[in-house]
T-cell receptor, first 113, second 118 residues
Framework: ETGVTQSPTHLIKTRGQQVTLRCSSQ?????VSWYQQALGQGPQFIFQ???????GRGNFPPRFSGLQFPNYSSELNVNALELDDSALYLC????????????FGPGTRLTVT | AQSVTQLGSHVSVSEGALVLLRCNYS??????LFWYVQYPNQGLQLLLK??????LVKGINGFEAEFKKSETSFHLTKPSAHMSDAAEYFC????????????????FGQGTILTVHP
């Protein structure tokens, strides 16, 4: 059974640029949630994708967007990067939109300069 | 909005001593409750969860937690700390809708860094 994988591991971008982060869900899981973890903070819910549609969103601006593909993998896109977007971005997969048991990937560390 | 408070951003114990990490939530309806552990430069690993039933929950690596509705608490304990327990620990909740099922969104506390001294 393959766990949740994320790519890339690390990324450095310049303010104003755009970035795409990728996540492959655990085998058999059809739901992906994205979280932002700023340094010294707990993860914050960005949004969730279920059956290729957004299913719930946290308090993040529209420049944070996502996609889910038929194989249940997912992308997180962030436009017009700001310095405060520097964080660890975590992807979690689960079986079902209301599933509370989520399995996390190792994360992508994004640094915005 | 649901919130989770972890008392103490840093906890330091000696190897073999009791570990107690505190977590309180704010919700009039008991949510589902979780503890996750995060080792440096890694993602989150589920330690244990409470959904329904027995209020004392046992997890991996000898950890356990007790749900106390009257105190809106879900404190994490381990009788004897090991050096390998040094990590950051997060308490999280998942709110339930009117039907009693989870929204699928986790709300996390700020985290507690556990240091274990030899």
């Amino acid at each position: 059974e393959t766990g949740v994988t994320q790519s890339p591991t690390h990324l450095i971008k310049t303010r104003g640029q755009q970035v795409t982060l990728r996540c492959s869900s655990q085998s058999g899981h059809n739901t992906v949630s994205w979280y932002q973890q700023a340094l010294g903070q707990g993860p914050q819910f960005i949004f969730q994708y279920y059956r290729e549609e957004e299913n719930g969103r946290g308090n993040f601006p529209p420049r944070f967007s996502g996609l889910q593909f038929p194989n249940y993998s997912s992308e997180l896109n962030v436009n017009a990067l700001e310095l405060d977007d520097s964080a660890l971005y975590l992807c979690a997969s689960s079986l079902g939109a209301g599933a509370y048991e989520q399995y996390f990937g190792p994360g992508t560390r994004l640094t915005v300069t | 909005a649901q919130s989770v408070t972890q008392l103490g951003s840093h906890v330091s114990v000696s190897e073999g001593a009791l570990v107690l990490l505190r977590c309180n939530y704010s919700s009039s309806v008991p949510p589902y409750l979780f503890w996750y552990v995060q080792y440096p430069n890694q993602g989150l690993q589920l330690l244990l969860k409470y959904t329904t039933g027995a209020t004392l929950v046992k997890g991996i690596n000898g950890f356990e937690a007790e749900f106390k509705k009257s105190e809106t608490s879900f404190h994490l304990t381990k009788p004897s700390a090991h050096m390998s327990d040094a990590a950051e620990y997060f308490c999280a909740v998942s709110d339930l809708n009117a039907g009693g099922t989870s929204y699928g969104k986790l709300t996390f506390g700020q985290g507690t860094i556990l240091t274990v001294h030899p």
